[in-house]
C-alpha cells in the first residue's frame, strides 16, 4: 500500500520524565492510512529525537541514501529512503522486513516534522527545567541540523 505521509503527532501534556531520568511522551507517525507505529505511541522521546535527528544529519550528504528512524519500544523503525533529491519513502517496518505502508513526502517535509517535535519536547523539557546530558545533546543536535538546511 502506498499512501502519503502527514505528519508526526505528539502531545505535549502526555511528556514526562521518570525517576531514573527517561523523558516519556507520545510520539507516533500520521499517514494517510492512520498511524505507526500505534496512535498514542509512547515512547522514550529524548534518546528516539536524538538518535532520528543525528540519521538524518547523515542523510544530508547525497551519496547516503537510506536512514533509519527507530522506535525503542517494541520493534519499529522507519527506513527513509531516498527517491530523488526532494522527494523520500517512508518504509513503516515491523520487525526489520515487515514492511506495514510506504509512504512518500518532501524530504524537507519531514525533517520539519521531526524538528517541530523536538522543539516541543525541548519547551516542555526547559519549562519543566529538566537540563541534563540528554536535553544539551537533542538540543545541539537539532542545531547542527538546523545548519544544514
Known amino acids: 500500500m502506498i499512501n502519503n505521509f502527514l505528519g508526526i503527532a505528539t502531545n505535549p501534556d502526555s511528556i514526562t520524565r521518570s525517576n531514573s531520568g527517561n523523558t516519556m511522551g507520545e510520539l507516533f507517525f500520521i499517514t494517510e492510512m492512520g498511524s505507526f507505529p500505534d496512535n498514542n505511541w ?4 529524548m534518546t528516539l529525537l536524538s538518535w532520528w535527528l543525528q ?18 519500544e517494541g520493534s519499529f523503525e522507519v527506513d ?4 530523488d533529491s526532494t522527494t523520500v519513502c517512508l518504509n513503516l517496518l515491523s520487525g526489520s522486513t515487515t514492511v506495514l505502508d510506504c509512504c512518500f ?6 525533517i ?13 523539557a ?5 537540563f ?18
Request: hydrophobic letters at 40%; a positive charge; aromatic letters at 16%.
Open 112 to 124: 520539519f516534522n521531526i524538528c517541530e517535535v523536538t522543539k516541543t519536547l525541548l519547551g516542555k
Open 132 to 149: 541534563d546530558e540528554g536535553f544539551v545533546f537533542l538540543k545541539n543536535t537539532l542545531n547542527h541540523l538546523m545548519f544544514y538546511k
Open 42 to 45: 509512547y515512547d522514550n522521546m
Open 55 to 72: 540519521s538524518l544529519i547523515s542523510f544530508q550528504n547525497p551519496k547516503i541514501k537510506t536512514a533509519k528512524l527507530r522506535f525503542m
Open 80 to 83: 527513509v529512503e531516498r527517491i
Open 105 to 110: 513526502c518532501d524530504k524537507e517535509f519531514l
Open 126 to 130: 526547559y519549562s519543566m527545567q529538566w
